[in-house]
């Protein structure tokens, strides 16, 4: 398992709804944090069994001893209330380190789309992109002021919109998807809430986009905690749905896709 314990060290505001805090890692070769650009870590802030969330990776120094997650205050919760309070000396642990920002060789052009969640990720994604590549970022923010974290790059056209994030409807899939794309191949990468991310998945295979030219991950869900109590009863049947398409040779990807298809078969 790769985990393991760390020590605040930093904590930072970036503008009013983010905070960009800094943990030296113990054993950076135990956690083993993966190199792409959009990956996380689970941070929990209460002892092992206590409460934990995941984070994006803003930046790795030191050889991975030093690790920076940014973390959006647009609601409230255990990590919103960690991410205020933590002090230098606080102790985490971090486990389970996960990315999924995998562009295919060929891919000339990226479509990259996110809300508040996932602007953290989408910020290092934009940041890492090589000098002459090229992107179509779509964003939903609460303000501009979300967008002034954005880095700048010459080869990055910016789409943004302000709604969604919790504070009302969404029109984040829509405003993707009424934008004219490159005729080459490309990529795309969604990070956002996790209903907008099935919209996301459904519009753009409609459109022949296959899974080997996509990551699309829910990042968070609108009214979690009412789905959560709908899904209790099907959990261990979408659990075996799961293991049942890996064991017959599907990719992780595959078997992900297959329990939301089923998921949303059942209302969810």
Not at 73 to 101: C, E, I, K, M, Y
Not at 123 to 133: D, K, Q, S, T
Not at 144 to 160: K, N
Request: hydrophobic share 45%; charged share 20%; aromatic share 6%.
């Amino acid at each position: 398992m790769s985990s393991s314990t760390a020590t605040v060290i930093r904590n930072v505001a970036r503008g009013p709804r983010m905070r960009r805090i800094t943990v030296h890692v113990d054993d950076p070769g135990a956690l083993a944090a993966p190199p792409e650009a959009d990956a996380a870590v689970g941070i929990y802030f209460g002892g092992p069994d206590g409460p934990g969330r995941t984070y994006s990776i803003r930046a790795l120094r030191d050889g991975g001893a030093a690790l920076e997650v940014e973390v959006c205050l647009h609601s409230h919760g255990p990590g919103a209330d960690w991410a205020t309070r933590a002090q230098p000396g606080d102790r985490v642990l971090l486990d389970h380190p996960n990315s999924w920002h995998r562009p295919p060789p060929d891919a000339g052009w990226q479509l990259l789309i996110a809300d508040l969640a996932g602007l953290p990720a989408l910020c290092r994604i934009v940041e890492e992109l090589p000098a002459a590549g090229r992107a179509i970022v779509v964003v939903e923010v609460i303000d501009d002021a979300d967008l002034a974290l954005l880095p700048s790059h010459p080869g990055v056209s910016l789409h943004a919109a302000d709604g969604g994030n919790g504070q009302g409807p969404s029109g984040l899939v829509q405003m993707a998807a009424g934008l004219a794309a490159p005729d080459s191949p490309g990529y795309l990468w969604f990070a956002g809430e996790s209903g907008q991310a099935r919209l996301a998945r459904k519009h753009f295979r409609a459109l022949g986009w296959t899974p080997d030219r996509y990551d699309i991950t829910g990042y968070w869900r609108a009214d979690a905690e009412a789905w959560n109590a709908r899904f209790a009863p099907v959990a261990e049947a979408m659990m075996e749905l799961y293991r049942r398409a890996v064991a017959d040779g599907a990719s992780v990807k595959a078997a992900m896709e297959a329990v939301d298809d089923a998921l949303e078969r059942e209302g969810l």
